[in-house]
């Protein structure tokens, strides 16, 4: 019998016991189609959605009305800032109010999205947990989505999203996904009082604040339901996939040579590393036995080396490409930027209206079955 494994971190030894338990009380769902198990996660994401914007809506109202309502509740009391002669306003009460509201909303929205998580796992029939294990490494993961973390496990595989961005730039998309509700209020407001002039009173500008945080509240749930629902479509879809290409290509050492680099290109393209491409990038690596490197980044001249190979392996690498853009279940704009320009350089030979198409099949629980045989 395995041990349980020994959790230092608090907050992830709490998160772990709350999906157990949770998770005890979700029906298995074992015998159904993957058209079947979309539907159900669909239902399961509108439900989360509307309670995260709800939250975000009543957090805001929380937070001001009180203030209009009982106003001595929250004196402001005028201030030096140290060092400086520069004088602010500021309620110590609401202050201490707005944390506390922030702090309650961000437990509430945590839970609501382990649940949710707990709940995708039981669609894709998950056997329910009993306790934190070394080997349970899938419901490791689940609960680490859950709590928006950041997979860690890219570098097992040596790959960087980031391999062409200076770590300044790194950091200031960092910083601007964080800044991004805020931004978008800042903007709201000004927009807001150059409508309405004078008539943008506080309680205006205030409650402009209620859709900015419920879109946001909503935006970040559903991130975390598209990681936990792709990371397990995705891991029912991989073998087959792999299984695809190893029976064409384990003989090719031209497509064994491309297929790290390939790998690697999608994840620089995308600028991000979702657990369904860990999954897929490990799997195929496994297959094809080419070993695990601590960093590897795409040459310069991948695309060339892609170009100058036969038609067959150019059709293989376009096919892995497209399949890499959207196992995460999205096809961004940036990723149509690329595939526009792959195109313009022949290395993609299908039209976007086909690739738009095999999306909606991919997302509607049809996996990759026309894209393949394309």
Do not use: C
């Amino acid at each position: 019998m395995i041990k349980p494994e020994k959790i230092t971190d608090f907050t992830d030894k709490a998160a772990y016991n709350y999906f157990i338990k949770k998770s005890k009380k979700y029906k298995r769902y074992e015998n159904l189609s993957s058209e079947e198990r979309v539907k159900l996660v669909r239902k399961i994401k509108r439900l989360t959605i509307s309670f995260s914007a709800f939250l975000g809506a009543l957090g805001v109202l929380f937070l001001y009305l009180p203030q209009y309502l009982i106003p001595n509740l929250f004196p402001q009391y005028e201030y030096i800032i140290p060092f400086t002669e520069i004088k602010i306003e500021l309620s110590i009460n609401e202050l201490i109010y707005g944390v506390f509201l922030v702090a309650l909303e961000i437990w509430l929205l945590t839970m609501s999205d382990i649940r949710t998580v707990g709940k995708i796992a039981a669609v894709y029939g998950v056997p329910t947990p009993t306790g934190y294990r070394s080997g349970d490494e899938e419901i490791q993961e689940l609960v680490s989505i859950g709590l928006g973390k950041n997979l860690q496990k890219i570098n097992e595989i040596g790959i960087n999203p980031y391999q062409n961005n200076s770590r300044f730039s790194v950091v200031v998309i960092f910083l601007l996904f964080r800044l991004k509700a805020i931004l978008s209020k800042f903007v709201f407001k000004f927009i807001i009082k150059r409508t309405l002039g004078r008539l943008a009173v506080r309680a205006v500008m205030d409650m402009a604040a209620v859709p900015i945080y419920a879109f946001w509240n909503a935006y970040a749930s559903s991130i975390i339901i598209r990681k936990a629902h792709m990371r397990m479509y995705a891991h029912m879809l991989m073998k087959d996939t792999g299984k695809w290409f190893l029976e064409r290509y384990s003989e090719n050492s031209d497509f064994k040579n491309l297929l790290y680099d390939t790998l690697t290109y999608i994840a620089v393209v995308k600028k991000n590393f979702y657990p369904s491409d860990y999954l897929f990038a490990k799997h195929l690596l496994e297959i094809f036995n080419i070993e695990p490197e601590k960093k590897h980044e795409v040459s310069d001249d991948y695309l060339q080396r892609v170009i100058a190979k036969n038609e067959i392996i150019e059709n293989a690498i376009s096919k892995l490409m497209i399949i890499g853009f959207l196992i995460d279940g999205r096809l961004g704009s940036l990723e149509k930027r690329i595939i526009k320009k792959l195109q313009d350089q022949e290395v993609i030979p299908y039209s976007m209206e086909q690739i738009k198409n095999w999306t909606e099949q991919y997302k509607n629980g049809e996996g990759f079955k026309e894209l393949l045989e394309a």
